[in-house]
């Protein structure tokens, strides 16, 4: 082993390492922990397409079924091109109501504990994951528009409503993810967390505007669906993903409500964080 | 001035009324440059001290101050002019060791400038350069422990907390952390808080010991003073005539087998964890 001095002094803390600006300092750190994931998962590519799976068979199965049923209003729109928005809503869903499982299985092996006593903001490092969990979610879009445009689904290939898709469906991770890192807060362990997730994935699945229009629902359910952030993003994929925009809101305002709650759950879950360790 | 002041630090897990405290009133004050080292039965409170000290857990009572910040009230301060190395794992084994130190040089705000330089320094150091780009499921024992502490003394911190730092270690391996350990101090006048359950360890690192024991202070000095405060051992034939830092660890702690209650599986599950995170 040889040894070569650092060049500087070790002590120079004291100078320079004031934080000036603390949302620049938030947001470099934000991405510095996505980075982290990023990284992880370019290491292991391969876990992005195992589950590419069930949004096939969604698409293939149920929405070839259901387009010969033709059971469902869906306006003038084909059933194909109603669900699509919401399968890809679905695997965003799903994909990410499990990342408190990363979490907590960083916690057991004692990964987590350096990250939090680095100097970062705890909601930063929470950002970070929700924009990991996102990145990971963009494999889901890019296999439901192959899928998609095999069956002949009217999708929109203009760039920026791509982006806008792309955007939404790091929202919905964002949301759907930090929601997970809270339960694992709470919870502790894989079993509970999982738990959770098994049990929120299916209600907020089917209480929302995914695979039929809110309109036929009972009375109740409507009110549910309509609490759902779930519905929110389906209905900004409806907008921008078809050549027919088929929102029944504004994607303001289901932008809005994306953000808006996404934000207040990771500052929620910033404070929340530190426990994981305690 | 001292750079580590603990006054009266106490860490309660659950009501006053179910436990005793995993750490109960402890104080000490710790000079720059000095190896300090805190040894203890397992259960004692020593990680759990560790943990307060860096911020990780509340203390239920009591105040500390590392390099001048208080643990409670400057957590960010205290984060930045620290280093910790915990008992379990801390660098993640799906990255390359670059990648773990590069990203712990930028959440650092390691300036862009000096980041590579610095990587590339703090590799060299430990002697990593040559498997700075695999990943770190590869490396043995020994280098996962160097890695981390590369790791940990990324962006210089006048102070490096250790949990167990040679735990699992060959004893070449382990050779080599005490040089690492002792270099560090004599290249940047770091201080070492660190703890261990290997007595030569102990003896030969440290400039003064402190035992913990049921999470309270009972024995702290040198220890040349700790060993002259034991009784003579009676000399069973073959055994050294020098009273051993071991003697002195069984004389302050020797009811530790009759009085263990609690916490048994879960000690022993950390333990058992710890023993094999290398594997
Ligand atoms: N998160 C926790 N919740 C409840 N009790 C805890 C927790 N962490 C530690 N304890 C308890 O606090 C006591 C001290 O534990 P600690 O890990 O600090 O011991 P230690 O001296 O580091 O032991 P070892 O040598 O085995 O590492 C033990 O009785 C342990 O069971
Ligand atoms: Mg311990």
Redesign the pocket.
């Known amino acids: 082993m040889t040894r070569q001095p650092h060049a500087a002094p070790l002590n120079d803390w004291a100078n320079g390492t004031r934080v000036t600006a603390p949302i620049a300092d938030f947001a470099a750190k934000a991405l510095v922990a996505a980075e982290l994931e990023v990284r992880k998962l370019r290491h292991d590519p391969i876990q992005l397409f195992t589950r590419a799976v069930q949004p096939v068979l969604w698409l293939t199965i149920f929405g070839q079924v259901f387009t010969q049923v033709r059971g469902i209003p869906t306006g003038g729109l084909s059933y194909m091109d109603f669900m699509t928005p919401g399968i890809l809503a679905q695997s965003v869903l799903f994909m990410s109501i499990f990342t408190g499982l990363l979490v907590i299985w960083e916690k057991d092996l004692g990964i987590l504990h350096k990250l939090m006593v680095s100097p970062a903001p705890k909601s930063a490092l929470v950002l970070g994951k929700a924009i990991g969990a996102g990145v990971r979610c963009l494999s889901q879009l890019l296999i439901v528009y192959i899928v998609a445009a095999l069956l002949g689904v009217g999708l929109s290939w203009r760039p920026l409503d791509i982006l806008g898709v792309a955007t939404v469906v790091m929202l919905g991770a964002a949301l759907f993810s930090t929601f997970s890192l809270i339960v694992a807060c709470w919870a502790q362990t894989h079993e509970r967390v999982m738990g959770v997730g098994q049990l929120m994935m299916m209600p907020l699945f089917f209480a929302s505007n995914a695979i039929y229009p809110i309109d036929i629902m009972p009375g109740w359910l409507q009110v549910v669906s309509r609490l759902n952030p779930l519905t929110y993003m389906v209905d900004a994929l409806r907008n921008l993903m078809l050549v027919e925009p088929a929102g029944s809101y504004s994607l303001g305002l289901s932008m809005s409500i994306l953000i808006g709650v996404s934000a207040l759950l990771i500052a929620f879950c910033g404070r929340l964080y530190p426990r994981l360790v305690r | 001035m001292a750079i580590i002041a603990i006054q009266d630090l106490t860490k309660r897990f659950g009501p006053k009324s179910a436990s005793r405290p995993a750490v109960d009133g402890f104080s000490l004050t710790v000079e720059p440059g000095e190896i300090f080292g805190l040894l203890g039965p ?7 001290l ?1 943990k307060m000290l860096t911020t990780l857990l509340p203390a239920t009572s009591g105040q500390a101050t590392i390099a001048g910040c208080d643990i409670g009230r400057q957590p960010m301060g205290v984060q930045r002019r620290i280093g910790y190395v915990p ?1 379990a794992l801390s660098v993640d084994g799906t990255l390359t060791g670059y990648e773990n130190l590069l990203i712990l040089a930028k959440l650092y705000g390691v300036p862009r400038r000096q980041r590579l330089d610095r990587i590339g320094a703090v590799l060299q150091y430990v002697g990593l350069e040559s498997v700075a780009h695999r990943l770190v499921n590869t490396y043995s024992g020994g280098m996962i422990r160097r890695l981390e502490m590369a790791q940990a003394t990324l962006h210089r911190p006048p102070v490096l907390f250790l ?2 730092p040679t735990v699992g270690l060959d004893p070449v391996a382990r050779k080599a952390m005490w040089d690492l350990i002792l270099q560090l101090r004599h290249d940047y006048g770091t201080t070492v808080f660190l ?1 261990t359950h290997f007595m030569e360890e102990a003896d030969v690192l440290c400039d003064r010991i402190a035992m913990l024991y049921h999470g309270q202070q009972v024995a702290i000095g040198t220890p040349a003073a700790l060993k002259a405060t034991v009784p003579h051992p009676e000399t069973t034939p073959g055994a050294s005539p020098e009273t051993t830092m071991d003697d002195v660890f069984i004389h302050y702690t020797r009811n530790a087998l009759t009085t263990e209650t609690e916490g048994g599986y879960r000690d022993t599950s ?2 058992r964890r ?1 023993a094999k995170r290398l594997g």
């Open positions: 397992n259960g004692a409170g020593k990680s759990t560790i008992q949990d167990e703890t950390t333990t710890t």
